[in-house]
């Protein structure tokens, strides 16, 4: 596969700029690069899903037309397994397979033992030893990536993008993976293996090429290189000189509508205060070593790693959304009843959810009903209520809709989804701050945000802090950790391995710490 | 894309804001309208039998179970659950009310409590089903539903319970105060109190979030479970007042109540759905819809019309108001 001079404007933003790539046979090449360097366009555009201004793909030799997808562009020998595979979970692997490679057929009819035969051949043929007729949903997962790969390859692909396949793994499972797919290299297959994980592609990958801002920074033997060449390809170099002291408050305020010092970091200075959130030996996932640390009043502590790190898991058993293993939460010395998040939120523990449009908001109800879904009303004469005075409850939301500066300005009774990803963030976490909680908790919170309404979550966590709460925010931005948190938590693989604070806690710092280097 | 909104001029911003509201009133009060015509122009060909007191309260008389029944049924589908057990619950209330009072010599309101007691049981488990065992409401409830119209032929032999009710008992339902019917108040009453409890209660609102996006209520912090119950139930005794209510107009029981009264019951639920508060199920629109199918299937019989058309109309009626409703409702939102 050969990938010549790609470039890709969306409106006026260049996402890919002159990309080049090839893949030879039998070989395996690493594609990285952080989230927005254009890892996933140039993949869509591989895969025929977005168009490119210019350049040309190449497959086997032949030219592959814009907009060839699916089974045309398997048929030229070009596939793609995605991290969710694209398995019928209780279909057997040799249907699977079949779906696109064809039922063998008797007498017009389906053929089940041609077909199970026909399965078992394709993954013989990767060394994978599977049960043809077992069902997808009995297999391992490494097994179930392989079956995907069985696929694509009977139906003649020859170059196979795996894309983040490993990234939901448990190691035992990554490394066995890594095995197969090394093998079957011997078949002449290559592979595009893209993937956060820069641990997994020593002894794996032939080479790796990374992509930053849309561009080619680096393609390389992996034999030439170590860890800290690549992540220092990777993170952009620009983030040094931003994020770095005072300069960098001054630029991160530039972006606020606030003018007044950063209170969280002031908060901190003027001494230790109460603990608020005890997390002691916090187990979200059947691997990795628990988690334990503390979160102060005033006090912004950023969970972040790469995406799989497992900091989003620890937001979400936080808001309630999620039983842990095992492991102990306490709020103010109270228990957290884990599991509950409406015994959660009657604690005073807010939560904005990561993925808003399914877990934040109600589209179809109102700004005001969504700022009032629940009875709860906080502490004082706004507390729970039976009933709803509209009037009342109208003036309230209009108030809290112009706090945040909603638009378009108007009436507080449109329904939701007549605004933008940002604006309904900004209910969201008006929301949750409404009853003046004593913990807040954001998965993510501007994921998918514009700049304007990503200032304004910024203010609102930031006036939230300044009158006591506490909080505690996951995320795989580094900028927005090192603008808006106290303290960062690193986690790689389920675990806190880096705790950054003070002048150490920068956007290249963090990402450095994300992809396991040592600072 | 929010600044260019704002930037706009103030003269085109004002004309589409009055096409939206234009078009909101259209989609509110739609079906008032339909029922307004359709009043107008059977009283214009029919003046002598249609435009009379008489017809009106016979209207309210025959359609008092109905829409008492649609109510309950608008009260899962609130929280996103369908109950198509509620029509064989009249069914029960019928013959628990009826053979209570008949057979059992029990005072009418002792009879009329254990039936709604009954209903409520019946509720709790259907909620139960739902939110514990964690069933697809529709098939749970056909489950319930089938059920208990067994219990009601086992109870009843299967046959029809009839006798001399209490006056006091049929004089709930046949009487008029200053010509308006008791059973229209019935209907009007228990309209309110389900449009307060979803409309200016905590309660309600938590109901409608569960049934728009339960992920996110949950989430917010809503009992989720706890509301849906409490939906079942409230719809079982609404079933079950039904039912006490067709005994007084009726005075007796029939065994075999259900798909008859279940399928008009949903058609003005849906119906309902499209206008006051278009795209939620409310009760005011449901009472709206209910007039809406009995106004026009009335006229149509003054005509000879044969009483299959009541079904015709009925199916008719609904699917041409929800391809409407969802039709306006993906043009509003591109």
């Known amino acids: ?519 | 894309m929010t600044t260019t909104h704002d930037q706009q001029a103030p003269v085109a911003r004002d004309r589409a804001a009055r096409q939206v509201s234009f078009r909101n009133l259209v989609s509110r009060y739609g079906l008032i309208g339909v029922l307004v015509i359709e009043i107008a122009v059977f009283a214009y060909l029919k003046p002598d039998t249609f435009f009379t007191l008489t017809q009106f309260q016979s209207i309210a008389l025959t359609q008092a179970v109905v829409a008492i029944l649609a109510l309950a049924a608008v009260l899962p589908l609130v929280v996103g659950q369908f109950d198509v057990s509620l029509a064989f619950q009249l069914g029960l209330s019928q013959a628990v009310c009826a053979k209570l009072i008949l057979e059992n010599g029990l005072p009418w309101p002792v009879a009329g409590l254990i039936a709604i007691g009954v209903g409520v049981l019946i509720g709790a488990f259907n909620g139960f089903l739902v939110c514990v065992i964690r069933l697809n409401s529709f098939i749970a409830t056909l489950g319930t539903g089938t059920l208990v119209l067994g219990i009601t032929g086992w109870y009843t032999g299967n046959l029809q319970v009839t006798g001399q009710l209490p006056t006091t008992f049929t004089d709930l339902t046949r009487r008029t105060v200053s010509n308006v019917p008791l059973t229209m108040v019935y209907v009007l009453v228990l309209m309110l109190v389900l449009w307060i409890a979803f409309e200016y209660t905590s309660w309600g609102r938590e109901a409608h979030a569960t049934g728009a996006n339960p992920r996110a209520a949950y989430l917010a912090g809503v009992r989720v479970d706890r509301v849906t119950w409490t939906c079942f139930i409230g719809a079982g005794a609404f079933a079950a007042f039904s039912g006490i209510v067709s005994v007084s107009i009726l005075g007796a029981s029939s065994p075999s109540v259900g798909l008859g009264e279940l399928l008009p019951a949903y058609a003005a639920a849906f119906l309902g759905a499209t206008c006051i508060r278009p795209g939620r199920f409310n009760s005011i629109g449901t009472v709206i819809a209910i007039l809406v199918l009995a106004v026009g299937i009335t006229g149509l019989q003054l005509y000879g019309a044969q009483p299959y058309v009541r079904d015709l109309f009925n199916g008719a009626a609904l699917l041409i108001a929800i391809t409407f409703a969802a039709l306006t409702s993906r043009r509003a939102r591109t």
């Open chain 1, 1 to 519: 596969m050969k990938v010549e001079g790609l470039t890709h404007s969306y409106g006026p933003v260049r996402v890919l700029e002159d990309v080049s790539f090839d893949l030879r046979p039998g070989e395996i090449h690493a594609l990285l690069g952080a989230n927005g360097a254009g890892k996933s366009t140039l993949i869509k555009a591989l895969a025929g899903l977005v168009s490119y201004d210019s350049g040309s793909i190449d497959v086997c030799g032949q030219h592959v037309p814009r907009h060839t997808t699916g089974h045309a562009l398997n048929q030229m020998g070009l596939a793609f397994v995605h991290q969710d595979l694209g398995l019928i979970e209780e279909m057997t692997v040799a249907e699977n397979i079949a779906l696109e490679a064809g039922y063998a057929h008797k007498w017009g009819l389906i053929d089940f033992r041609g077909t199970a035969l026909a399965g078992r051949k394709a993954t013989i043929e990767l060394g994978l030893d599977v049960d043809p007729n077992a069902p997808v949903a009995s297999l391992e997962q490494d097994e179930k990536v392989m079956v995907a790969v069985a696929r694509a390859f009977s139906l003649n692909a020859r170059a196979l993008v795996l894309d983040e396949v490993s990234s939901s793994l448990p190691s035992p499972e990554v490394t066995r993976l890594l095995g197969t797919i090394k093998k079957t290299t011997a078949l002449g297959l290559g592979y595009v293996y893209v993937t956060h994980r820069l641990d997994e592609l020593f002894g794996f990958a032939d080479r790796v090429t990374v992509l930053r801002d849309g561009r080619v920074v680096l393609t390389s033997a992996m034999a030439d290189l170590d860890k800290a060449k690549i992540v220092e390809a990777i993170i952009e170099p620009r983030a040094d000189p931003h994020t770095d002291g005072g300069a960098v408050m001054a630029t991160g305020w530039s972006e606020d509508d606030s003018v007044s010092p950063h209170p969280s970091h002031a908060a901190v200075s003027s001494g230790p205060r109460e603990v608020v959130l005890e997390v002691t030996d916090l187990d979200v996932r059947h691997h990795g070593a628990p988690v334990s640390f503390e979160v102060r009043a005033g006090e912004v502590v950023a969970l972040c790693g790469l995406i799989g790190c497992g900091a989003k898991e620890v937001a979400r058993v936080l808001g309630g959304d999620l039983h842990p293993v095992s492991g102990t939460v306490a709020l103010k010395s109270v228990p957290l009843p884990l599991g509950n998040p409406a015994a959660i939120r009657d604690t005073g523990c807010s939560y904005v959810p990561g993925d808003r449009q399914g877990e934040g908001v109600v589209g179809q109800m109102s700004i005001r009903e969504n700022l009032f879904v629940t009875r709860r009303g906080g502490q004082g004469r706004r507390g729970n209520q039976v009933f709803r005075l509209p009037g009342a409850e109208r003036a309230f939301a209009q108030e809290l809709a112009d706090s945040v500066t909603l638009r378009p300005a108007g009436s507080v009774e449109r329904p939701m989804l007549t605004l933008s990803g940002g604006n309904q963030q900004k209910v969201v976490c008006a929301r949750a701050l409404r009853t003046s909680p004593r913990l807040l908790v954001l998965d993510d919170p501007t994921a998918g945000v514009d700049i304007g309404s990503r200032a304004q979550v910024h203010k609102l966590v930031r006036d939230a802090v300044a009158e006591g709460t506490a909080v505690v925010f996951a995320s795989t931005d580094y900028d927005e950790v090192a603008h808006l948190a106290d303290r960062a938590l690193v986690m790689v693989g389920g675990t806190i391995t880096a705790e950054l604070t003070g002048q150490q806690l920068t956007a290249s710092n963090v990402a450095r710490a994300s992809y396991g280097e040592e600072l």
